[in-house]
């Protein structure tokens, strides 16, 4: 492909992106940073675990974006009493016809919410993230795909704990980002009520699901130069062990730090964004502004960092301070457009 082609090509998909974004934010007022979070996760094909109190647009959000690409969405509300069978689907005898007939599961969807993911026992909880993981269930012995693209945005709610099954450390980290959503501002929520209150908005479907995928593609071309890369193992090592990065007072409040699987998603999410921002190279940037919601999640405390009142966020912040970034990261990218 000539240099011609590839511009006209970044061109088109930073326009559809635009295009998607504009319609959501019709709909959706503020929530900007958790929008391109799923934005985000849609485009590098992962999975998003979003805390944060009831009422802040979760749903509506993944609901909008869903009916703006023209897929399919579902809602899950997850309770105690829930089994595997009414996530994945099931086998039904016919007596008319005596026959069995598979009855397919909420999980086949373009975007699925997992609502309240941390009220379901355990048994529940992994039957959904057997489906992340591996993309497809099996029913009585019959393997069934779900859709591509495929994203879960499993909630869970920060005040409420009694009742609740908290998601053990190993299965959390099949989820790319946790993300923390907030209270909207005073003026955010002085539109809120204007639009709930007012004349019903019409969403338009600007994009199909053939041209998400194309998307999708387009974001494994990004260019991320290995200073980078380096830069992000770096980063999920000094979790692991932070005497290496001269961080030893630290080392008291982490049991166990990331998992190459933080690394992978810190890198595919920053290709993601670099594509949203209009670029098709990675920059510092779009590596550290992840690395909060790309690794919260994944470093386990001592029971010490949780009576100092020692956050994930606190530590990660530290390590940034401390690990250096790269100084010169696009040298290869540009090395490699001059060859083209």
Not at 98 to 125: C, H, W, Y
């Amino acid at each position: 492909m000539s240099t011609v082609d590839i511009q006209s090509s970044h061109a088109e998909s930073a326009a559809l992106m635009e295009r998607i974004l504009y319609e959501v934010k019709r709909v959706v007022v503020g929530q900007d940073r958790f929008l391109e979070r799923v934005m985000v996760a849609l485009l590098a094909q992962g999975h998003l675990l979003v805390e944060g109190v009831p009422g802040l647009a979760k749903t509506l959000t993944v609901k909008t974006l869903a009916n703006a690409v023209q897929g399919s969405f579902k809602r899950i509300q997850f309770t105690p009493d829930l089994v595997p069978a009414d996530l994945i689907g099931t086998r039904i005898y016919n007596q008319k016809s005596g026959e069995f007939s598979t009855v397919m599961g909420p999980v086949f969807a373009n975007l699925l919410l997992a609502d309240e993911i941390n009220r379901a026992p355990a048994k529940v909880q992994s039957a959904l993230l057997e489906v992340m993981q591996e993309r497809q269930v099996t029913i009585a012995g019959e393997t069934h795909k779900v859709p591509n693209p495929f994203v879960v945005m499993a909630t869970q709610n920060p005040i409420e704990t009694e009742g609740t099954y908290p998601l053990p450390e190993a299965q959390v980290d099949r989820f790319m980002m946790k993300v923390l959503v907030d209270y909207p501002s005073d003026e955010e929520e002085f539109v809120i009520v204007q639009r709930v209150t007012g004349e019903r908005l019409d969403l338009m479907p600007v994009a199909t699901i053939e041209q998400l995928q194309v998307l999708q593609r387009a974001c494994r071309d990004v260019y991320v130069d290995p200073a980078l890369i380096q830069y992000a193992v770096k980063v999920v090592s000094a979790t692991r062990d932070p005497g290496k990065a001269g961080l030893s007072d630290i080392k008291k409040f982490i049991t166990y730090g990331a998992s190459p699987r933080g690394t992978i998603n810190m890198v595919e999410g920053a290709r993601a964004l670099a594509l949203m921002r209009g670029r098709r190279y990675v920059l510092t940037e779009d590596i550290t502004d992840l690395i909060h919601d790309v690794l919260r999640h994944r470093l386990s405390l001592t029971y010490e960092a949780l009576a100092d009142g020692v956050t994930a966020d606190a530590i990660l912040s530290k390590i940034i301070g401390k690990v250096a970034a790269p100084l010169r990261p696009l040298q290869s990218a540009n090395e490699e457009q001059r060859a083209a």
